[in-house]
């Protein structure tokens, strides 16, 4: 509609000469983007916006006078017009954008301002860029004055009456429904207090005082209240106060939730809505209208159960309903998986663990320079290029691989049998046992290739995060495939993500954790903008070894619909490993699997349905990676040690270097000269283990991890009660 018209004014501004020229825009709702050039002649600069229009996939059209331009717009209306100043000898282009230019009829229309100028760039990406601004710089903008205006058309059109006080109670708007049933004329209340409206006094004595308090609370105020109209009469009305948070007096649909924001309230409007007809069929009406100011926003589901609760709360008896504010406050924060610590009393390896582990950006300190080193990921070691198949493994190495059946198989062996090269031999086992080549269609040379620039990939300079972690994740992942849950709800696609997943689910992996490269301001922090900065480097980092080379392209053979799903499961997986989300995907896990299995078994009624689901499944996938990638604490307790050991270095080292270069020490518990080990593994154990593989066993059944859990567990209280910061006792 032409009065919502944006109008973006320029002036003839010689600050940079003459080589401007100025763009008005005018944006409408509809797609494509229609853009009128208005050049007195074609060359290089209108053809840059002719080509940055077409690769924008906007509509573009050339006028070549003023009239023309006119003409052609009252036509289309183009969202966007661009014209040219530069050469003022062909038209006066200031004229044509000035508002009392007679026949220019669409100028008076047009006074929301302000000045965007192109300084002449004929290169066609800077046109596009331009354009892209324009639309997406704009357009939002535009988008909100269009929904204002059709909230106040709305308004204008109720058969509510709906009134707009500012905060202090002044009277800003009534809509012309108000004005009929009430017998006021707009301009008699607008700028007038409410208590200057005479009030009725068949109103209990202190029902203003009620309806004022609970506004100040920022509270909806609901109930019958009776009015007195212009000529003297009362009327009985079913009214519905909400006061609307927002900066500069913007105004919200009139069910806005504003409770506990009493420090924001500036700027604050009251809407009310009131009724004259009886208040049971105009209270539904009521609904309906709110409903349809909903409806210009695309809700999110977190809206759509926002609104539901809001609808129960205006039936519920007060204490329910005060129980759903507390809900409802729950529900507005952002992180609803992450339990809240008390900051203080808490324990700091718990603390520090949850510090370290659970933020990434949000402690970066500024200024500070690391640069991890840029070197070129590793391609094929000569001296494992030779062809080497399943039946050419060294018989030690394969007689260390006897046992990989077992969640007892010592990983730690296989290590050093393989002089650090585990991943490889490993893989090649678990793949075949998992028929991967075949379901990939790739040779198995491929696959070979595959598996050692993988490894490869892995720092072995790492006390923990090196090819031997990836192997023994692999390790678990193959355990929880064949556990017969798992088998149920995975498909053979599913499986072959989860053990690539796995393998290269920590590839090349710095040593450092996510808080310390961005603390450190890293490229690879730069690059993902401090978010899962390393579990997106390993998912991206895997596909770009995988498909640079054909070599070992195990994807090569499969065909384009299934790689992508097989390639969006992988990702999906690798980055479900990252801490930040632990509670988000043990809680989905458990209230869309675990609980509802729950409630099935108790009636003996089918599983299939809730395993397999295609939202389910990623849930299971997500969690079976998860706990594979953690589950060193429900390893024989010789293993669990080890690893135990080789994590607090890994961190110990960290806290050197932060020390060293003077960055933030993320977690300072791990401190070689100060730390407990058993320490921080009670709380690592307590904090993020053993709820999660409680639920993890309560789906797989996984007895021998949960006797192990629990032996370390004591293991580890028995050091510290011993008041021993050890990996173990001394010897006697
Ligand atoms: P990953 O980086 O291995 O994919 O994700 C697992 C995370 O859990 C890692 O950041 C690792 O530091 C942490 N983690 C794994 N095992 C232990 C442990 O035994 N103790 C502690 N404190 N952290 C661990
Ligand atoms: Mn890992």
New binding site residues.
Partial sequence: SVDSLLYAKFSANTYFGNHFFGAKVLFSIFSPLQVLLVFAKEDSQSNGFCWACEKANYRCSLAHTPESALECFSEKHHDLVIVDHRHSRHFDAEALCRPDREEASVMPLINAGFNRRYVENANMMACYNELLQLEHGEVRAQFKLRACNAIFTALEQSQDAIEITSEDQVIQYVNPAYEAIMGYQQGELLGKEIIEVPKSEKNKPDLLETINTCIRKGKEWQGIYYAKKKNGDNIQQNVKITPVIGQGGCFSSPDIQSSKHKDRRKGSLDVRSTTSRGSDGSSQRRHSSMARIHSMTIEAPITKVINIINAAQESSPMPVAEALDRVLEILRTTELYSPQLGTKDEDPHTND?VGG?MTDGLRRLSGNEYILSTKQPHHLPSHLATPLSLNDIPPRIAQTMETEGSWDFDIFNLEAATMKRPLTYLGLKIFSKFGVCEFLNCPEATLRSWLQVIEANYHSSNS??NST?AADVLHATAYFLCKERVKQSLDPIDEVAALIAATV??VD?PGR?NSFLCNAGSELAILYNDTAV?ESHHAALAFQLTTRDDKCNIFKYIERNEYRTLRQAVIDMVLA?E?TKHFEHVNKFVNSINKPLAALEENGESVKSILTSPENRILVKRMLIKCA??S??CRPLELCIE??GR?SEEYFAQTDEEKRQGLPVVMPVFDRHTCSIPK??IS?IDYFITDMFDAWDAFADLPNLMQHLDNNFKYWKGLDERKLHSLRPPPE
Avoid: G
């Fill in positions: 663990l582990l923990y995060h972690h689910h920590d992996h954790t390393l490993t801490m990638d953690i060193n604490p690893w135990a994590i921080s593994q690592f």
